[in-house]
């Protein structure tokens, strides 16, 4: 197969504060820093990456498309995540192993248990 996966793009109304947010939280790099796109990568050399870009409107509605972190230790990740300015959300999943937690523009994504050894 010659399709690699280049990035994810991220809509946000402020690209930079909301990439730089992706990067300390993910402890990724910085690879673009123009006005239009911000571009955060594992390593310098390492796709996907995660690309921002400005759009006019807010976000309205649940994402079609999120992101799924699995941590070594769940409670500290989520106390991690929400002092970097995460917050919890309500998306309807009712009592479940994971935590749905929401970006600083309110993008949605999951904080799973550990994996069982």
Known sequence: MTLE?????????????LGRWWAEALG?????????????????????????VPVPEAKTVKNRLHLDFRPVDQEAEVARLLA????????????QPWVV???PEGNEFCVLRPRRG
């Open 84 to 95: 970097l300015g995460a917050r919890r959300v309500d998306i309807g999943q009712g009592e």
């Open 28 to 52: 990724w790099v910085v690879v673009g820093d123009l006005p239009d796109e911000f571009e955060i990568r594992p390593a310098p050399d390492r796709l996907p990456g995660l690309l921002f």
């Open 101 to 103: 937690l929401a970006d």
């Open 5 to 17: 996966w280049e990035q994810l793009v991220v809509d946000a109304a402020d690209p930079h504060a």
